[in-house]
């Protein structure tokens, strides 16, 4: 039972670190490209439809959906475990740990909300091709949804760079205080990044 648990965190752990971190750069490095208008946008939209229907659907469940359910769902269960105290004690690594948490609440339910509605209805049920047209008429008709959005991506990347520490720390890569401080600076200076090109992307649909 005790190895069951042990190798099962550790898969939750590469899962998180690699397939969606993978899954997080795709997904900013494909929507950067609004900041290049609308052919840019739709270009790069249009080289990924070149994959034959099959790959990309295999690729969708095989590479996203599979790791990112595992990884939620036994996500929520350590959640379930955790003991927040942020206030008690203070500490930058406590609030990291509990910020770990709560985004991880979060991204359940904007997760939720963002693949139903743009993968599976908008795209999957209704036919509807993603485009930079769409994303901008639903963004500038609805800020809200944009907010919504910006949180969204904020607490995925916030997520995704503060686990690169816990997965060192995890993985016995980061052993002493020092190392795990100097990783966690690192971190923290790639989320920095992540929000700002995040922002700057979003915000170029009210701008065009
Ligand atoms: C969908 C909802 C999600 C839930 C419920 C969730 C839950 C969690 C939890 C509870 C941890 C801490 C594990 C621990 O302390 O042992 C964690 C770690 C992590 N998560 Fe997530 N997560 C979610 C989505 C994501 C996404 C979208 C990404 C990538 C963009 C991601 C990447 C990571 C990474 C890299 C770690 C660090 C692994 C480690 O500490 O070894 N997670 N997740």
New binding site residues.
Partial sequence: MFHTTFYV?RL??LV??LA??M??FEHIFTNSMALGGAPALNGALAMMELIPHPIFLGLEIGAIAAP?LF??IY??Y??LQAKNNPERYGYVRNWQFAL??WT?WF??VF?VWHIFYLRIFTKGIAGVPISYELLQNYFVANPVYAVLYILGMFA?IF??CN??T??CM?WGIAKGPRVQNVISALSMGLCAVLCLVTLAFMGSYFVM
């Fill in positions: 965190r939750h752990s998180g670190l969606l971190g899954v997080l990112l990884h939620a996500g929520i350590i959640c770990q948490r991880a991204l359940v997760l995925a997520h995704f686990g690169i816990t997965f995890t």
